[in-house]
């Protein structure tokens, strides 16, 4: 069992920056991968970042050069950093891990919403 809980959401200007922050406990020595997902209104969850075990990242096209995930490990916190945000960005963000027995874990979300 894994649990995950966001923090750092909230509402922005468009422009400004938040940075999302998942605190992870539990069984998280089996972690392979983690990321952030978002879902926004009306719309299917949507990957956002990963980072694997060795650092490896990866982004959704929508959020390169804007976005950058990475991970404390000695405080078994995950992190999104969000600049130059846009009112489509608006979406609650989820924290995922995957665990090498391929289970996942989600947490509950934290909203970010992106208005002037």
């Known amino acids: 069992q894994v649990q995950l809980v966001e923090s750092g959401g909230g509402l922005v200007q468009p422009g400004g920056s938040l940075r999302l922050s998942c605190a992870a406990s539990?069984?998280?020595?089996?972690?392979?991968?983690m990321g952030w997902y978002r879902q926004a209104p009306g719309k299917e969850r949507e990957l956002v970042a990963t980072i694997t075990t060795v650092d490896s990242t990866n982004y959704a096209d929508s959020v390169k050069g804007r976005f950058t995930i990475s991970r404390d490990n000695a405080k078994n916190t995950l992190y999104l950093q969000m600049s130059s945000l846009k009112p489509e960005d608006t979406a609650v963000y989820y924290c995922?891990?995957?665990?090498?027995?391929?289970?996942?874990?989600w947490g509950k979300g934290t909203p970010v919403t992106v208005s002037s």
């Open positions: 995922n891990v995957l665990l090498a027995s391929d289970k996942s874990y």
């Open positions: 539990g069984n998280i020595f089996s972690i392979n991968a």
